[in-house]
């Protein structure tokens, strides 16, 4: 059973860090692309960082660039995004995604609420 579970997400300060990981389970990360999305209230969701699994090349928005790193945990099977620097505009909630081929998989989301 194909299952995507984000953890990590909670309230930090601006300025500050914080990591998020996404556990996959029922296939490898390395063979998908994975991604983070963010959705905060009354906005669209929008892509935040992707890793794709044929070279381990990424990108990223505009808005989190040299701030955001993602990574691919072979061993684990995870994916993470280190956040860093963060800013109150950051706050939403953010969703894991795996795509290959006709295959799209969505985790349940984390809410990261930046805020002092």
């Known amino acids: 059973q194909v299952q995507l579970v984000e953890s990590g997400g909670g309230l930090v300060q601006p300025g500050g860090s914080l990591r998020l990981s996404c556990a996959a389970s029922?296939?490898?990360?390395?063979?998908?692309?994975m991604s983070w999305y963010r959705q905060a209230p009354g906005k669209e969701r929008e892509l935040v960082a992707r890793?794709?699994?044929?070279?381990?090349?990424?990108d990223y928005a505009d808005s989190v660039k040299e701030r955001f790193i993602i990574s691919a945990d072979k061993a684990k099977n995870t994916v993470d995004l280190q956040m860093n620097s963060v800013k109150p505009e950051d706050t939403a909630v953010y969703y894991c995604k795996a795509v290959r081929l006709w295959r799209t998989y969505w985790g349940q989301g984390t809410q990261v609420t930046v805020s002092s």
């Open positions: 029922g296939f490898t990360v390395s063979t998908y692309t």
């Open positions: 890793i794709f699994g044929t070279d381990g090349s990424t």
